[in-house]
Structure formats: C-alpha cells, structure tokens
C-alpha cells in the first residue's frame, strides 16, 4: 500500500510540471500572433528604425552574456580545476540568461513620437497573468528550499549564497523588465502600434522565461538531492518525504529544460518585411 501511495504520490507532483510546459507552449501562440500582426503593417522610417535597433541590441547583451559564461567557466577552471567540470554547463547557461536579462532591462526606448496624453498597455495584454505569478511562485519556492536546506546545514555557504542570489537576481531583473515595458507610452502612429506591441511581448515572454529557468534548475537539482540523501536514510516507517522531494525535482528539472527550449527559439527578434496583404 506504501508503495501504490508513493506512487501516485510521485505522478501527482509531475503534473505541475506537465502544465506549466503546455502553458509556455501556449504562449507561443502569443508570441506568433504579434510577430504576424507586425507583417500586416508597413511602420514608419522609426519604427521600422527601432526593430534594428532593438535586434542589434539583444544580440550584442547575449554575446556579453555568452562572454561572461566562458570567463566563469575558465575562472572555476583556475580555481577548481578539473573538478569543475560539472559547472561548465551551468555557468555556461546563467552567463547566456544574464545577457537575456540585461538586454531587456537596459533596452532604449524607440525614438517615435508618443500619444498625448500618454497610453500604457496593461501587463495582461502582453504575457498571461498565469505565467507571470507561476514564475514569481516558482522563484518564492526555490528560495524557500534553499532557505530549509541551507538551515539544515545541508548546504554550504557558496552554494546556498548561489542558490539565493542567483533566482533573486534574476526575480528582480525581470521585474524591472515588466514594469518598463509596460510603463512605456503607446507610439501615437498607427503602424507602429503593432511594433510596439511585438517589442512589449518579446520582452515580457523572454524576462518571464529567463526568470523561470533560473529558478526552475535549481530548486529541482536541490529538491532532487535532497530527497536522494533523505531515501538512503534508514527509518522506521514508510517516509514519503524523500518521494515527494525526488518527485518535485524530476518535474521543476523537467519544466525548466523544456523551457529553456522555448526559449532559444524565442531569440529571434521581432522582423518586419513586404505587407502581408500587400498586392
């Protein structure tokens, strides 16, 4: 019976996982109805101005950030030698999502005229509320786990600063990230509206994201780890601790990998060509 209970124990906690996989998926749809609305409209000389300068402006953040994960990996090389191994990839991916992040927080504004009085779009209409609270719920979860290991003495002092300062970080980067796009006037030219509404989406989808991965990684390797140690312990009776922390892990790992194939795929930058209907 211990079993069958850990069992289903072990299905349940992957289902949140599961869904939050199918709603990033969703939000693709998002993503490509702004990216299509974009097609259906000539912008003007500045907005059209203000998509160049946005991709050019994202890619030189994620080369910054791609820097900053080779000089961590020769760094931990330096310091830990061979031993470092296991870092590579990990250093690699926070110094890729850190010039994610920064390249939305510290976007410039697009030299358009603005609406008098100024118009703001809600948040909602750029990123599903839902998306947005499970990334912040997500980010309050992995500092609520490393705040019970690191107690326990289960953690040392680097990787439960690490595992604090890093989600933290990103938490409040992609905040600051929101706020700005949507504190941002609305463009007073008509075809620039859909620009401008590309733009606000990418944003809020990449921060969002960003956010999530860097927190969804690790609270499953600390769920995961933790629930390891506590199933090699001997106990008197049936402990379904070490199965929900196992379980937990497997679905936060898996959702934060299948999210951060979204995304890559969501780099690309917002483009405009011929009008769809044109001709």
Do not use: C, K, Y
Not at 22 to 48: I, N
Not at 49 to 73: E, V
Not at 76 to 100: D, K, M, N, Q
Not at 192 to 215: F, G, I, K
């Amino acid at each position: 019976m211990g079993r069958l209970i850990a069992a289903v124990l072990f299905i349940a906690l992957l289902v949140p996982g599961v869904l939050l996989g199918r709603a990033w998926a969703r939000a693709a749809d998002r993503r490509a109805v702004a990216s299509g609305s974009v097609q259906l409209v000539e912008p003007t000389a500045e907005g059209a101005a203000a998509l160049t300068q946005q991709a050019q402006h994202g890619r030189r953040w994620r080369r910054a950030g791609l820097l900053l994960g080779i000089a961590g990996i020769v760094a931990s090389v330096v310091v830990w030698a061979e031993s470092s191994v296991f870092l590579w990839v990990p250093i690699l991916v926070l110094g890729l999502l850190t010039g994610v992040l920064l390249a939305e927080v510290l976007r410039p504004r697009p030299r358009w005229a603005v609406t008098r009085p100024p118009r703001r779009p809600r948040q909602a209409e750029l990123v599903s509320g839902w998306l947005v609270w499970s990334a912040r719920a997500v980010v309050v979860a992995e500092l609520a786990a490393a705040a019970w290991l690191w107690s326990g003495d289960e953690l040392s002092t680097a990787v439960g600063w690490t595992a604090v300062v890093v989600p933290g970080t990103a938490w409040l980067l992609a905040e600051l990230a929101l706020l700005r796009a949507v504190l941002r006037p609305l463009p007073a030219a008509g075809a620039d509206v859909p620009v401008d509404e590309a733009l606000r989406t990418w944003t809020a989808h990449l921060v969002s994201a960003a956010a999530s991965v860097l927190a969804l990684l690790p609270l499953g390797a600390l769920l995961l780890t933790a629930g390891i140690e506590r199933g090699d312990r001997v106990t008197e009776h049936f402990d379904l601790l070490p199965v929900a922390l196992v379980a937990g892990g497997f679905s936060a790992l898996a959702a934060g990998a299948a999210l951060a194939v979204f995304l890559v795929t969501w780099l690309r930058p917002a483009r405009t060509g011929a009008p769809a209907l044109a001709g």
